[in-house]
Nanobody
Framework: VQLQASGGGLVQTGGSLRLSCAASGATLDYYSIGWFRQAPGKEREAVSCMSGSDGETYHSESVKGRFTISRDNAKNTVYLQMNSLKPEDTAVYYC???????????????????WGKGTQVTVSS
């Protein structure tokens, strides 16, 4: 599975961006999917994830109410809609997928098998 993330950029505080992750090599219909981010000097963290089995979603506390993960199976693409962006959202964002990893509303880990190259999101104050 190959994943290609896009949509990052520079935005002002309070602005919005939509990240896309296009998949090839397999259909993501039943894959758990996720968006992760890594800021300079910090560990990579899960931002938003979606279960492949039942569509249950996970959002980190820092993005709840602001970010939404979704998928378009017809386009084999995953999205992350980011609203009300803050400077602390500045990071490289990665999309990931895994056929078997469990995702729930309280759990999304870094252990996904397939990763795309990151896309930079910078939020200016």
């Amino acid at each position: 599975v190959q994943l290609q993330a896009s949509g990052g950029g520079l935005v002002q505080t309070g602005g919005s961006l939509r990240l896309s992750c296009a998949a090839s090599g397999a259909t993501l219909d039943y894959y758990s999917i996720g968006w992760f981010r890594q800021a300079p000097g910090k560990e990579r963290e899960a931002v938003s994830c979606m279960s492949g089995s039942d569509g249950e979603t996970y959002h980190s506390e820092s993005v709840k109410g602001r970010f939404t993960i979704s998928r378009d199976n017809a386009k084999n693409t995953v999205y992350l809609q980011m609203n009300s962006l803050k400077p602390e959202d500045t990071a490289v964002y990665y999309c990931a997928a895994d056929r078997w990893l469990v995702v729930s509303s309280r759990l999304c880990t870094n252990g996904m098998d397939y990763w795309g190259k990151g896309t930079q999101v910078t939020v200016s104050s």
